[in-house]
């Protein structure tokens, strides 16, 4: 089992920027990807981005080219660097961690809000 901790939520204006990170501890060597979530109010989480432990990066239409996933593998800390934020951008966001083998998201963070003000 991979422990996740989330930090860095908070609340932005319009066009700023925050960084997430998410710290992981226990099974390391049982995942193969971290993935950040979102889910809004009355909408369904929603992976937006994902990094594997080959760093392969992948993004959501709705974050390319804003969000930028990254990792420190020293810290075993996964970071989402988040730039020219949208109040649709609003929810709260989410890491888990993907087991190599289910090939499933199994574990997860308890969260962290981001509000962005208009």
């Known amino acids: 089992q991979v422990q996740l901790v989330e930090s860095g939520g908070g609340l932005v204006q319009a066009g700023g920027s925050l960084r997430l990170s998410c710290a992981a501890s226990g099974s390391i060597f049982s995942i193969n990807a971290i993935g950040w979530y979102r889910q809004a109010p009355g909408k369904q989480r929603e992976l937006i981005a994902t990094i594997t432990s080959g760093g392969i990066t992948n993004y959501a239409d709705s974050v390319k080219d804003r969000f930028v996933i990254s990792r420190d593998n020293a810290k075993n800390t996964v970071f989402l660097q988040m730039n020219s934020l949208k109040s649709e951008d609003t929810a709260v966001y989410y890491c888990?961690?993907?087991?190599?083998?289910?090939?499933?998201?199994?574990?997860w963070g308890q969260g962290t809000q981001v509000t962005v003000s208009s």
């Open positions: 888990a961690a993907r087991r190599k083998v289910t090939n499933s998201y199994a574990d």
